[in-house]
C-alpha cells in the first residue's frame, strides 16, 4: 500500500547555521519539486520551507526506499554532503507523519505556540505543489484536512488568543489602557530592531500617526519613512512626549533619559490625558517614578515578560485541548486512508465473483437452450443472491475493521486466497 513519509529538519533538531544551507529558495522550489517528483520510489511530495523548518511530505510505495531517495536529494540540491546533516534528520511514517502535519498546521510544532503565519505557508507550499502537479489524491485530502484540523483548533481553543512576545503584549497593554488604538499617536524613542518592532505590531493594530527620535537623526528619518511617520530631532524629545499617546524606548543610553520631573510637566500641558510609556531598553530609559504619575502607564522589559510568560502558560493549556482535536482527526483521516485499500478490494472480490457466476450460468444455459426468458431471469435473480449471500458477512467483517490493526491483514488474505489483481488506485474516488 502506498505509504505517506516525512523527511525533514527544524528549530529542534537543528541549528540555523544549517536550516540556511537547506532551505529552499522560492525561486528554486518549482526545479526542487521537479526533482523529487522524479524519483522513481515517490508518487506525490511536497515541500515546505521556512526559517524554522524544512520537510518534505512524500506518497511512496515503500516507505524505506522514499527516505533514501530524499535524503540523497537533499545533499544533490543543495550540494551538501549528507553527513553534514544527516543526524539532524526526522522521518516519520503513517499514522505519526498525519499527526505531524496536522500539528504543524495547528502550530503546535511552532516556535510560539499559537502563532498564525504557519498555516498560511503550508497554504502556499501546497498551492504551489498542486500547480506543478506533484502533489496527488492522498496529499490532496492531507492538507485540506490539515487546513480544516487548523480552523478547528483555531476556533474551538483559545490558542491563539494571548500575546507571548514583548512587543505584542506592549500592544495588548495599551489596547486594554485606550480601549482601541484606532487614532492614536506613537513616540520611538530609538531606531533600533525592538523599536521597530513595537511600533510594526502597534501600527497593526490600528494606531495613527508615528514620531521617531534618536540621537542620530539620519536613522530616525528611515525608520520614519517606513511608517510613514515623522523624524522629530533628539533635543526636541519633550515636545514629542506632548502629542503622542503611547512612546517606547529603546535606546542603549548609560542614564534615564526620561524622568519624574519632566513627565509631570509635560502632563500639566496635556491637561493629564492618559500617556503609556513601553520601556524596554536595557538599561532603562525612564526613571521607574514616571509609573507613580497618575495617568502615566509605565512598563518596561521586565514587566512585559511577566506578563508574556502567564499567556505562554495559558497557551499550553489550551494545547492540551488542541493535542485532542488533532488525535480526532488523525483517527478520522487513517480511517480514510485504510479504506483506499479496503475499497478496491471489495470491487475487485465482487468483480471475480460476479465473473464466475456469469461464466458458470452462461455454460448451463447453453446447455438448456429451451429455457424461457421467465426461467432465465429466475436463474440470474438466483445466483446473484446467492453470490451476495456468500460475500455478505466477509465484507461486513472487511468494513467494521477498516482503519484498525487488523484491516492490512484481512485484505492482504482476501487478495492472496482469491488471486485478486493488484489495483492501480484510478479506480478510487475522494470523499467529501
Not at 45 to 65: F, G, P
Not at 298 to 306: A, C, E, G, V
Not at 323 to 340: G, M, N, P
Request: proline share 3%.
Amino acid at each position: 500500500m502506498l505509504e505517506l513519509i516525512i523527511i525533514g529538519l527544524n528549530h529542534k533538531t537543528t541549528p540555523i547555521e544549517v536550516r540556511e544551507k537547506l532551505a529552499f529558495e522560492e525561486s528554486e522550489m518549482e526545479n526542487a519539486l521537479s526533482q523529487a517528483h522524479s524519483l522513481p520510489s515517490l508518487k506525490e511530495n511536497m515541500i515546505l520551507s521556512t526559517c524554522n523548518r524544512v520537510e518534505i511530505y512524500a506518497i511512496s510505495q515503500n516507505a524505506e526506499k522514499g527516505i533514501l531517495d530524499l535524503k540523497d536529494f537533499l545533499s544533490r540540491f543543495h550540494d551538501l554532503p549528507l553527513i553534514n546533516f544527516e543526524k539532524s534528520l526526522y522521518f516519520l511514517i503513517g499514522e505519526e507523519a498525519v499527526r505531524h502535519i496536522f500539528r504543524v498546521a495547528s502550530s503546535l510544532d511552532s516556535m510560539v505556540v499559537g502563532e498564525p503565519q504557519i498555516l498560511g505557508q503550508i497554504k502556499a507550499a501546497y498551492t504551489l505543489a498542486t500547480e506543478s502537479n506533484t502533489s496527488g489524491l492522498i496529499l490532496h485530502r492531507l492538507l485540506h484536512r490539515a487546513f480544516h484540523v487548523a480552523k478547528r483548533v483555531r476556533s474551538e481553543t483559545r490558542i491563539g488568543d494571548s500575546a507571548v512576545s514583548i512587543s505584542s503584549v506592549a500592544v495588548e497593554l495599551a489596547e486594554s489602557i485606550f480601549g482601541s488604538l484606532e487614532q492614536r499617536s506613537v513616540l520611538l524613542i530609538g531606531a533600533g530592531e525592538m523599536c521597530e518592532l513595537a511600533a510594526r505590531h502597534l501600527v497593526a493594530g490600528g494606531a495613527g500617526k508615528i514620531l521617531v527620535t534618536n540621537r542620530t537623526y539620519e536613522r530616525a528619518v528611515s525608520l520614519a519613512k517606513e511608517f510613514n511617520g515623522e523624524a522629530i530631532p533628539f533635543d526636541e524629545m519633550g515636545q514629542g512626549l506632548k502629542k503622542v499617546d503611547i512612546v517606547i524606548s529603546a535606546t542603549d543610553a548609560p542614564q534615564y533619559l526620561i524622568n519624574h520631573d519632566q513627565v509631570v510637566k509635560v502632563m500639566k500641558e496635556r491637561k493629564q490625558s492618559p500617556i503609556f510609556f513601553i520601556d524596554i531598553a536595557d538599561p532603562r530609559d525612564i526613571a521607574p517614578e514616571v509609573g507613580d504619575i497618575e495617568n502615566a502607564y509605565l512598563y518596561n522589559i521586565d514587566d512585559l515578560q511577566k506578563v508574556a510568560n502567564e499567556n505562554i502558560k495559558d497557551r499550553e493549556k489550551e494545547a492540551q485541548k488542541a493535542e485532542a482535536i488533532v488525535q480526532d482527526e488523525v483517527t478520522k483521516f487513517v480511517h480514510w486512508y485504510q479504506s483506499l485499500e479496503i475499497t478496491p478490494t471489495i470491487i475487485a472480490l465482487r468483480n471475480k465473483f460476479e465473473e464466475i457466476r456469469k461464466g458458470e450460468l452462461e455454460k448451463m444455459l447453453s446447455l438448456h437452450p429451451n429455457f424461457s426468458e421467465k426461467e432465465r431471469r429466475s436463474l440470474e435473480a438466483l445466483t446473484s443472491a446467492i453470490v451476495n449471500k456468500i460475500l455478505h458477512d466477509p465484507l461486513t467483517r472487511l468494513k467494521q475493521n477498516d482503519g484498525e490493526a487488523m484491516s492490512d491483514f484481512y485484505i492482504n488474505t482476501l487478495r492472496t486466497l482469491f488471486q485478486l489483481p493488484e489495483r492501480t488506485g484510478g479506480e478510487i474516488k475522494e470523499e467529501d
